[in-house]
């Protein structure tokens, strides 16, 4: 199984980058979050990956770091909570806010991320509370320093936009507007997707 890649980014879509390795372009999957913290096209990357086999598919899921991984398979081994809908709720909150928000069972915070349901909220509560305690993945939740949650959205926003390919005053522009529509406290998915709309739509 492929454990991690080294090479260049090759393209950066919206939910997967290709990784171009000694010529062989690799289609990983990755959280928002990751892909906005990708280097640019044509710039080398070493990432972590996981890979997911099924009888109809073939899939890689990169990661920048351990704890983001290991959290990933947290989430992937709850009842009905597949690789995709893992890397979505990672998509929805930082690796130590996530953390955080399983380990005091913070049901109305995590159906705030986009796909989760109550009931899914519930599952991954009940199920991971308990595991997450027992994982370093606890430390990085108490040892990184708090940030202003929507001046770092805004620019990790801002950011992932500009690693897509527009320019900074396009990307700060479209960040501001989907952060004043949505509000500064909306998660990062969201207004990610409402920062596309605002680009798409612009002349």
């Given amino acids: 199984m492929i454990a991690a890649l080294r090479g260049t980014v090759q ?22 979050l990751t892909l906005g913290r990708l280097p640019a096209e044509g710039e080398p990357v070493q990432v972590r990956v996981r890979t997911v086999v099924r009888e109809d598919a073939f899939e890689l899921f990169g ?10 398979l947290l989430l992937n ?20 806010e996530l953390v955080t928000a399983l380990g005091r069972g913070e049901v109305a915070r995590l159906t705030k991320i986009h796909g989760v349901g109550k009931k899914t ?4 509560v009940l199920e991971l509370k308990d ?4 994982l370093h993945l606890e430390q990085v939740a108490t040892q990184l320093k708090p ?3 929507a001046a770092k959205h805004l620019a990790d926003l801002i950011s992932a936009l500009v690693n897509l390919g527009y320019k900074q005053p396009q990307a700060e522009k479209a960040a501001q507007s989907a952060s ?4 500064e406290e909306a998660a990062f ?11 798409r739509a612009a002349p």
Wanted: proline fraction near 4%.
């Fill in 131 to 134: 595991k997450v305690k027992t």
């Fill in 180 to 183: 004043e529509r949505l509000g």
């Fill in 147 to 149: 940030e202003a949650p």
């Fill in 77 to 96: 081994s709850v009842s009905h909570v597949g690789p995709r809908l893992a890397l979505a709720v990672l998509s929805g909150m930082e690796v130590s």
């Fill in 11 to 32: 393209e950066k879509g919206l939910e997967e980058a290709i990784i171009d390795v000694g010529g062989v372009g690799y289609r990983v999957f990755f959280s928002t």
């Fill in 121 to 124: 909220a519930e599952r991954l």
């Fill in 63 to 72: 990661f920048l770091s351990r704890p983001e991984e290991e959290l990933f």
């Fill in 189 to 199: 998915q969201a207004l990610f997707r409402e920062a596309l709309k605002v680009l």
